[in-house]
């Protein structure tokens, strides 16, 4: 198992987690929590997938449902559903940061296995990040959080631009991936931390 594959892991169990504290948070019934967190963890796959045209992993590989599952019933078991809700505020800004930063990795890693240029590895690490948060903030009447905090999708698209810029110099490999990884989840937590917003018309 390659550095790749376990960052795409952590970010699908980060994700499923996100997504099951927000069904918790809207008081949706257990089949409402299992779609809220699905969509958030394998959305922007899919949506990346479709648009270079190949088969979502999701159909085809097993991982991220073994992943999936057991984060939800880690979750469960832990009883996030009985935190406070500034608990689960909290937990919710740590899962969704993670899963923002490690998805935006390997979906612009997937722009880089095709040869795609600087603006074909960003956009696809940026949906990759996220494509799975629109899907479910909208599913459950929210406005999606790219829209409403700032230098969230900023974040992916710093990520997705020292992807690139690591490529090109040739020093993509385990140890700057989970330093990248590491590095882009405190940057997020920072800038939500001091409310770093980009300018607003």
Do not use: C
Not at 151 to 178: E, K, Q, R
Request: hydrophobic fraction near 55%; avoid cysteine.
């Amino acid at each position: 198992m390659n550095a790749t594959e376990i960052i795409h892991m952590i970010g699908t169990a980060a994700f499923a987690m996100s997504g099951y504290l927000v069904g918790v948070r809207k008081r949706l019934d257990l089949l409402g929590v299992l779609i809220t967190s699905i969509l958030t963890a394998v959305g922007g796959g899919i949506i990346r997938d479709a648009i270079i045209g190949r088969i979502p992993l999701a159909f085809t590989h097993n991982t991220a449902w073994w992943v999936i599952g057991v984060t939800l019933l880690l979750s469960w078991l832990f009883k996030l559903q009985q935190s406070k809700k500034r608990e689960l505020a909290a937990v919710f800004l740590l899962a969704d940061s993670l899963g923002l930063v490690a998805f935006t990795i390997t979906g612009a890693q997937a722009g880089l296995m095709m040869d795609l240029n600087i603006f074909g590895v960003v956009l696809l690490g940026f949906i990759t990040a996220v494509g799975g948060g629109i899907v479910r903030d909208t599913l459950v009447n929210d406005i999606p959080m790219i829209l409403r905090q700032d230098f969230y999708g900023t974040v992916s698209i710093i990520v997705g631009l020292a992807i690139y810029a690591l490529h090109a110099l040739g020093w993509i490999n385990p140890f700057t991936l989970n330093l990248l990884l590491v590095g882009g989840y405190l940057l997020r937590l920072w800038a939500y931390r001091v409310s770093w917003r980009l300018p607003r018309f």
